[in-house]
T-cell receptor
Framework: AQSVTQLGSHVSVSEGALVLLRCNYS??????LFWYVQYPNQGLQLLLK??????LVKGINGFEAEFKKSETSFHLTKPSAHMSDAAEYFC??????????FGAGTILRVKS | EAQVTQNPRYLITVTGKKLTVTCSQN?????MSWYRQDPGLGLRQIYY???????DKGDVPEGYKVSRKEKRNFPLILESPSPNQTSLYFC????????????FGSGTQLSVL
């Protein structure tokens, strides 16, 4: 069975500062890991996906995430926050089988 | 344009009055799924379908029904809605399964009074 823990339901950063959103997962099989973003009043969009090809995954809008098996983590980062990055971010994990499990979400606020 | 279309966008109803939320995708995807989103709980899977006539329960299926008679459509049915089903609902699809990119609809905000 898979599970996801996102540390921090709300994160606030200044424009231009580093963004770090934390995700830890549990999976009994090699996982597929995802980050999705939800802008206000919209559905979710895929930011990036880990599939074991490389531990550092680059996504859209300058985001990237690093898979660390020893820490069971898949934290999302962006070197310099932009006002347009304000949204809710979800980490998700799937393995063998047909279920994708989402974390509780982290709301990112970007201050000018 | 490739998309997942949900209707209605907003729905207010009363306890016990049957309702259907429609979902349609135009990408010939095999996999479709329904989620509900509640504050602090993220998205929880209600039902999913791997292909036509193949459906299975997710993590919170109680009080919901689905059907997959055609590849493009995956309606969510609440036969006797209750207030604890007040939530934001999302339909999603992918080419073959949850290990691939999911395309989400815009959501349906349901209020059961």
């Amino acid at each position: 069975a898979q599970s996801v823990t996102q540390l921090g339901s709300h994160v606030s950063v200044s424009e231009g500062a580093l963004v770090l959103l934390r995700c830890n997962y549990s999976s009994s099989v090699p996982p597929y890991l995802f980050w999705y973003v939800q802008y206000p009043n919209q559905g979710l969009q895929l930011l990036l996906k880990y599939t074991s090809a490389a531990t550092l995954v680059k996504g859209i809008n300058g985001f990237e995430a690093e898979f660390k098996k020893s820490e069971t983590s898949f934290h999302l980062t962006k070197p310099s926050a932009h006002m347009s990055d304000a949204a809710e971010y979800f980490c998700a994990v799937s393995g063998y089988g047909n279920k994708l499990v989402f974390g509780a979400g982290t709301i990112l606020r970007v201050k000018s | 344009e490739a998309q997942v279309t949900q209707n209605p966008r907003y729905l207010i109803t009363v306890t016990g009055k049957k309702l259907t939320v429609t979902c349609s995708q135009n990408m010939n995807h095999e996999y479709m799924s329904w989620y509900r989103q509640d504050p602090g709980l993220g998205l929880r899977q209600i039902y999913y379908s791997m292909n036509v006539e193949v459906t299975d329960k997710g993590d919170v299926p109680e009080g919901y029904k689905v059907s997959r008679k055609e590849k493009r459509n995956f309606p969510l049915i609440l036969e006797s809605p209750s207030p604890n089903q007040t939530s934001l609902y999302f339909c999603a699809s992918s080419e073959r399964g949850p290990n691939e990119k999911l395309f989400f609809g815009s959501g349906t905000q349901l209020s059961v009074l």
